[in-house]
């Protein structure tokens, strides 16, 4: 498999420009998650979708963040407009939360390799 | 809701000395457990788990980690530091139900020639 897969790798953008991440979750996972990390922070759960639903976004920052899921090998999440303060690394990561050794409840959290965003 | 405390946020080590990363949890309910590792520039891998039995569990690249319910731990081990062990390395517990996992604030390891 060739595991969650992220793009743009690196991203640098102005002030006030939208930004789009993409992600495709691994090939089978029903469930898929967004985190955002910083020094400050850590890493943050952003939203996590199941079955391409949204089921809990309590962690996004505020209205400028939004995501999708529109099929379950594709996800975005959008930043418009874009601030400095949004400047981080965003990971993407799925789990299958069906079958595996989480005793019936899932597997563990699969990480992609991040993109990191630059908001000048 | 659950969280997880990592005290040490920096930790040096030689190469081939002992490694012990600590882990605290709170939660109400058993606790599911984890370590990943993150490279510089990499996304998070996972080293080991836990969910039941053996309280004892062995995970990749040769680290251990052993769950202390008594004391809400879940320590991380390795008993010789490779320099290629040289990363941030993470806790993290998951809920019984749903699926908020919490990670710890991470501990960054750096490991002398």
């Known amino acids: 498999d060739a595991g969650v897969i992220q793009s743009p790798r690196h991203e640098v953008t102005e002030m006030g420009q939208e930004v789009t991440l993409r992600c495709k979750p691994i090939?089978?996972?029903?469930?898929l998650f967004w985190y955002r990390q910083t020094m400050m922070r850590g890493l943050e759960l952003l939203i996590y979708?199941?079955?391409?639903?949204?089921?809990?976004d309590s962690g996004m920052p505020e209205d400028r963040f939004s995501a999708k899921m529109p099929n379950a090998s594709f996800s975005t999440l959008k930043i418009q407009p874009s601030e400095p303060r949004d400047s981080a690394v965003y990971f993407c990561?799925?789990?299958?939360?069906?079958?595996?050794?989480?005793?019936?409840?899932?597997?563990?959290?699969?990480f992609g390799e991040g993109s990191r965003l630059t908001v000048l | 809701a659950q969280s997880v405390t990592q005290p040490d946020i920096h930790i040096t080590v030689s190469e081939g000395a002992s490694l012990e990363l600590r882990c605290n949890y709170s939660?109400?309910?058993?606790?599911?457990l984890f370590w990943y590792v993150q490279s510089p520039g990499q996304g998070l891998q996972l080293l080991l788990k836990?969910?039941?039995?053996?309280?004892l569990v062995q995970g990749i690249k040769g680290f251990e980690a052993e769950f202390k319910r008594s004391q809400s731990s879940f320590n991380l081990r390795k008993p010789s530091v490779h320099w290629s062990d040289a990363a941030e390395y993470f806790c993290?517990?998951?809920?019984?139900?749903?699926?908020?996992?919490?990670f710890g604030p991470g501990t960054r390891l750096s490991v002398l020639p």
């Open positions: 979708f199941n079955n391409n639903v949204p089921i809990d």
């Open positions: 939660y109400g309910a058993t606790p599911y």
């Open positions: 990561a799925s789990r299958d939360g069906t079958s595996g050794s989480f005793v019936g409840r899932g597997g563990e959290l699969f």
């Open positions: 993290a517990v998951g809920a019984s139900y749903g699926q908020n996992f919490v």
């Open positions: 836990y969910f039941s039995g053996d309280t």
């Open positions: 090939s089978g996972h029903d469930y």
